[in-house]
């Protein structure tokens, strides 16, 4: 383990306190302020010693905005990444060839700043969507980048990549395969327009285990579905986001494959990044006051229960009346009964925390006083149970405010 970082044991992995995407071997990372913001940070970069084997994941949206196209790109070239540069405060989406023209000309500024190839560098882009890139303040902020693989510092990165956020997102752990030790660390950014298959998020993981490509590949999807695409804010799904995975091989364990025995231990570390990454996100939803967690057991199959968990947590009516500390059972009735998933209402119990307010498809006595007590935690818990099957899925959102309403009604003023 580092000796210059804490953890505490949690079941195959340990989380590293104080852990970020420069944790790994050979990552450092850093941001700066080039002048797309009026002040903050807007401009980050991430930075690996040697080529590493990367893999990412892409909005659904059929808008997909001009980096993600390059760096869709790159990644094809060879599978293989060594710099990450990301802007915000500006989407470069919908921008036409001009705006495919600007992301070239970010990479390729980038990778001649640090000595790479075009083709080995990513480039990432949120914000506002439709308007073209400030491309020369973002070239001069480039050349500032100095000293690059000696700038150790995360958090400027983390604040650089933000945009409505209203706090930094990271996470990082350690596991054990045979006698090394592999570590994962991770940053990401969102807060509105979030939607389950990817939205308007940005989610960056570095690791230094040493695998191949393709099982990077198949891990990353394998998470991504049951984490980043399971979160939801306002239903809003965007033209920019990515989750990109570099993995470095400097811990030098013998390369992993996906019929390596040990492949799960660094799936199961995949998993508890990209968990704690979503859940913040949900959490960080803009004007949000409370995390709300829905979990959906008894289905036949594991894609009925994320149907169901993910139609719960992305209705407008149950985020309403969480924010407003009201057990309107209904709502999630309602919402289970409009997930297109063919279930038995008799069968239905639903609780709010510990409390049952549905059993077998009939309303459960209960005490509202309790109720509402319970909802007025920053953290809520539904469960639910359709009773035909033995799959469940969890998903992650949170309540719907006053300031939801203010925060985008303003938002590019």
């Known amino acids: 383990m580092n000796a210059n970082l804490t953890v505490k044991e949690m079941k195959t992995w340990v989380r590293v306190v104080g852990g970020s995407v420069c944790s790994p071997k050979g990552f450092t990372a850093g941001g700066l302020h080039c002048g797309i ?93 439709g308007e ?129 025995p040990d492949y799960h231990l660094f799936v199961e570390g995949l998993q508890e990044v990209s968990l704690s990454l979503a859940k913040q996100i949900a959490r960080d939803g803009e004007g949000a006051t409370k995390l709300i967690e829905v979990t959906v057991e008894g289905t036949l199959t594991e894609q009925d229960a994320q149907r169901i968990s993910k139609t719960i947590v992305g209705s407008s009516l149950v985020k309403t009346a969480i924010f407003g500390e009201d057990a309107n059972w209904g709502r999630i009735v309602s919402a289970i009964g409009y997930s297109g998933i063919a279930l038995d209402p008799d069968l239905i119990s639903v609780s709010i925390g510990s409390i049952k307010v549905v059993e077998k498809g009939l309303p459960y006595g209960f005490s509202e006083e309790e109720a509402k007590n319970y909802l007025s935690n920053e953290e809520i818990q539904i469960s639910v149970q359709i009773g035909v099957g033995n799959e469940k899925a969890t998903a992650w959102g949170c309540d719907l405010s006053y300031d939801y309403v203010r925060i985008n009604a303003s938002y590019r003023t």
């Open 132 to 260: 073209q890139l400030p491309i020369k303040k973002l070239l001069n902020g480039i050349d500032q980048v100095i000293c690059i693989g000696d700038n150790n510092n995360a958090a400027e990165f983390e604040e650089a990549i933000l945009t409505t956020d209203t706090f930094t997102k990271n996470e990082c752990v350690q596991i054990k395969i045979k006698d090394k030790v592999i570590t994962i660390g991770g940053a990401a950014k969102g807060s509105g327009m979030i939607h389950p298959n990817m939205a308007t998020m940005l989610g960056f993981i570095t690791t230094d285990v040493h695998i191949e490509q393709k099982a990077l590949e198949k891990a990353l999807k394998s998470v991504t579905t049951q984490t980043f695409n399971m979160i939801t804010v306002d239903g809003d799904t965007s033209t920019n986001d990515m989750v990109i995975v570099m993995a470095s091989g400097l811990a030098h364990n013998e390369l992993l494959h996906e019929d390596d």
């Open 37 to 129: 913001k009026r002040k903050r940070r807007d401009l980050g970069w991430i930075y690996c010693n040697v080529p590493a084997n990367s893999t990412a994941v892409y909005t659904t949206n059929l808008f997909q905005a001009a980096p993600l196209k390059v760096t869709q790109e790159s990644i094809g070239s060879n599978g293989k990444l060594q710099g990450i540069i990301v802007n915000s405060g500006n989407a470069n989406s919908i921008t036409g060839d001009e705006g495919l023209q600007n992301a070239y000309m970010m990479r390729k500024s980038f990778a001649n700043q640090t000595g790479l190839e075009e083709e080995d560098v990513a480039v990432v882009s949120t914000g506002v969507i």
